[in-house]
């Protein structure tokens, strides 16, 4: 089955932290697509990026960063001199390329910033 | 802005009553898909329409039933309501879907939150 964890149910942070968001997934299959998402108090759901399974490069934007290590099935979401801004619920998710196109949201994990 | 449209935002009924809410995709995406956001399961999805064909279900009630019409845009209609319908449902869309090699992001829309009394 597959399966995403997002263990940290809620973090808080003084602006200007490092915070990291922790993402474990679970599948049996070799190729599949991660996807985190940011849902600010405000509601939507707003991606944030996609990363398929055979692209295990970390990739920075902006204060962003993203790990991904297939050896621990994690990627996970480092944000560098947290914003007030930044607070809200941030989902990872999973897709496998040959079933539904379903996500597979984890449970999400609340960041608050404080000024 | 996503450019994937919901409509109404907010919505207030009874319990026994049918509602509908409606998705426009973004510009050029084939797939519409629709999943419900509640306090006690989380994030889950419902169903995907590729191109005004169903392409996948997920843990939909039989009492909710959706469709794509030929100009892309889905509804998703909720009869009999319970309290337990009581959720934030969110319509997504992505360009591709029809083929299952393919991949592509899905963007979500703003929501439409329900609350049933």
């Known amino acids: 089955a597959q399966k995403v964890t997002q263990a940290q149910t809620e973090i808080s942070v003084v602006e200007k932290e490092d915070v990291t968001l922790d993402c474990v997934y679970e599948t049996r299959d070799t190729t599949y697509y991660l996807f985190w998402y940011k849902q600010p108090p405000s509601g939507e759901l707003v991606f944030l990026i996609r990363?398929?399974?055979?692209?295990?490069q970390n990739e920075i934007s902006g204060r962003y960063s993203w790990n991904f290590q297939k050896s621990t099935s994690s990627f996970n979401f480092t944000i560098t001199a947290s914003q007030v801004v930044d607070s809200a619920v941030y989902f990872c998710a999973l897709t496998l390329s040959y079933n539904t196109d379903k996500l597979i949201f984890g449970t999400g994990t609340r960041l608050q910033v404080f000024p | 802005d996503s450019g994937v449209t919901q409509t109404p935002k907010h919505l207030i009924t009874a319990t026994g009553q049918r509602v509908t809410l409606r998705c426009s995709p973004r510009s050029g995406d084939l797939s519409v898909y629709w999943y419900q956001q509640s306090l006690d399961q989380g994030l889950q999805f419902l169903i995907h329409y590729y191109n005004g064909e169903e392409r996948a279900k997920g843990n939909i009630l039989e009492r909710f039933s959706a469709q794509q019409f030929p100009d892309l845009h889905s509804e998703l209609n909720l009869s009999s309501l319970e309290l337990g319908d009581s959720a934030l449902y969110f319509c997504?869309?992505?360009?591709?879907?029809?083929?299952?090699?393919?991949?592509?992001?899905?963007?979500f829309g703003p929501g439409t939150r329900l609350l049933v009394l």
């Open positions: 997504a869309s992505s360009v591709e879907g029809g083929d299952r090699g393919l991949k592509e992001t899905q963007y």
């Open positions: 990363r398929n399974s055979f692209d295990e």
